[in-house]
């Protein structure tokens, strides 16, 4: 079966998202061959907690990286993915990343879960309160002091760094979603972070249809739960796919109406 039948005959898709998604869009990945990590290392949680010196690293790197993220645009998959909940066949997008493009490809956030958080906003640390990034990325730019919230807690990025915990809330969303999902797709991963990675396989071991697409390897590729394993670029193979199956459904839903009788006037 092919992916277009698959998004065809399915009712409540999940769909799990990576880094090549974002880099789609200009953003660029992590764990790559020519992903972010191959230049810098990345700051733990625990030490940028604890380290001035920590907290100014992160920011550099943030700022760093920040026009990108600021200037990226949904690209096609983002699209096709918020086409497919218009069409009422989306369970849920559960995301590993944080450029915050579903939601502007046009995502409701009742169909979103942001595993790793959100670079769009700034999150105090102590007192929870969020804000515009724009503000703290200038300022951090000028003097090269870490922004610090007007209770006195550290700011980041609403983002979860390494050594942090996951939002409860959304795992227990995703958590949901995979319960009553009948496909799971998983587009542009590598599918090897947990527990995120643990989600579309979890799904899959339910015994629904699995679809991997993604270019180069993954950590899924060969289990026995992949039903569909795709291997190229995610904004040439899915957006056209999901097209020609929104565009079946159309078709079929048009020529049910039409075979059938007409309803009694009254």
Not at 52 to 73: H, M
Not at 108 to 125: D, P, Q
Not at 229 to 239: H, K, Q, T
């Amino acid at each position: 079966m092919d992916l277009v039948q698959l998004l065809r005959d399915a009712d409540r898709i999940l769909v799990f998202t990576g880094a090549g998604v974002s880099t789609g869009s200009g953003i660029r990945d992590f764990r790559g061959p020519t992903g972010v990590w191959t230049e810098r290392q990345p700051v733990y949680f625990q030490d940028f907690m604890s380290s001035a010196a920590a907290r100014i690293e992160y920011w550099d790197q943030k700022c760093q990286a920040w026009p990108s993220f600021r200037d990226a645009k949904p690209n096609a998959v983002h699209t096709s993915v918020a086409d497919l909940e218009r069409a009422g066949k989306l369970a849920m997008v559960v995301t590993q990343n944080i450029d915050g493009l579903h939601s502007r490809g046009g995502t409701s956030s009742g169909r979103l879960v942001a595993l790793h958080g959100t670079n769009t906003a700034i999150e105090c640390m102590s007192c929870h309160a969020r804000t515009d990034p724009d503000p703290h990325v200038k300022r951090f730019l000028e003097t090269r002091t870490p922004p610090v919230c007007g209770c006195g807690g550290y700011l980041k990025p609403a983002t979860i760094s390494f050594g942090q915990n996951l939002d409860p809330n959304e795992l227990e969303r995703a958590a949901a979603a995979v319960q009553e999902t009948d496909l799971v797709v998983a587009l542009g991963s590598t599918l090897s972070v947990y527990p995120a990675a643990g989600f579309p396989l979890a799904a899959a071991q339910r015994g629904v249809p699995y679809v991997v697409v993604n270019r180069g390897v993954t950590d899924h590729d060969g289990h026995s739960a992949v039903t569909l394993r795709l291997d190229g670029d995610v904004v040439e193979l899915f957006p056209p796919a999901v097209a020609e199956a929104l565009a079946a459904s159309s078709r079929s839903s048009c020529a049910d109406g039409a075979a059938s009788p007409p309803g009694r006037r009254v």
